[in-house]
């Protein structure tokens, strides 16, 4: 399993439309990927789950992955947090 933590830089947090695009890259990948914000953890492959988490500006989020692609599904969620200039690594 690896992990990485990201403080949210972007406003408005992460709000329906990055959503959209972090669960749409989640579900790429056969791993596991987990989205854990304040205690709670989500399943990140569901839209509502991560609409559920209610992510504001200075949160700190925590995406684990564990699976045969793990690596792989760690860096593209890095990258769409990058592309979608929400948040930065904490």
């Known amino acids: 399993m690896i992990e990485k933590s ?3 830089t ?4 992460i709000h329906a439309q990055s959503a959209v695009h972090l669960v749409n890259e989640a579900i790429k990948y056969n791993s596991n990927i ?3 914000v304040e ?3 989500i399943n990140m492959k569901s839209i509502m789950g991560v609409m559920s988490l209610g992510v504001y500006q200075g949160a700190i989020i925590t995406i684990h992955c564990e699976g045969t692609d793990e690596g792989q599904a760690l860096s593209g969620l890095e990258n769409q947090i990058y592309q979608l200039k929400i948040g930065k690594e904490y």
């Open 34 to 36: 987990i989205l854990e």
């Open 10 to 13: 972007s406003e408005t947090g």
């Open 39 to 41: 205690g709670k953890k």
């Open 6 to 8: 990201y403080k949210i």
